[in-house]
């Protein structure tokens, strides 16, 4: 099994209201995913709660291989999600281990 970690951090400079509404919209859609894209095990977003921390969601999923991590993230559906977020992020952390 693969466990795939993602975690956003957004502009600091963006309204927190744009900033809230991109992050609740992007949860609503990739929990969506498992629908769509049989590949995906386990899903889920997380949106920090802790103010003093850099790193705003966290995204945690499970795969049954490298090769279905890849073809999630280059599912249209995925990357549709993902767009949802391209005007408030600053970086992106990843980090795909076995279990």
């Known amino acids: 099994m693969v466990k795939h970690i ?3 951090k957004l ?3 963006a309204p927190a209201e744009e900033k809230l ?3 609740h919209a992007f949860k609503q859609a990739i929990e969506a995913l498992p629908a769509k894209i049989s590949v995906i095990r386990k899903i889920e ?3 920090n709660i802790n103010p003093g921390e850099q790193w705003h969601i966290a995204l945690y999923s499970e ?5 279905d991590v890849k073809y999630y ?3 249209p559906d995925h990357v549709a999600a993902g767009k949802l ?3 408030v992020k600053e970086s992106r952390a990843c980090v ?3 279990a």
Do not use: P, R, W
Not at 63 to 67: T, Y
């Open 45 to 47: 977003v997380g949106l």
């Open 63 to 67: 795969f049954d291989s490298l090769d």
């Open 73 to 75: 993230a280059q599912h």
């Open 96 to 98: 795909d281990y076995e």
């Open 6 to 8: 993602v975690m956003f």
């Open 85 to 87: 977020l391209a005007h």
């Open 11 to 13: 502009k600091e400079e």
């Open 21 to 23: 509404a991109a992050m």
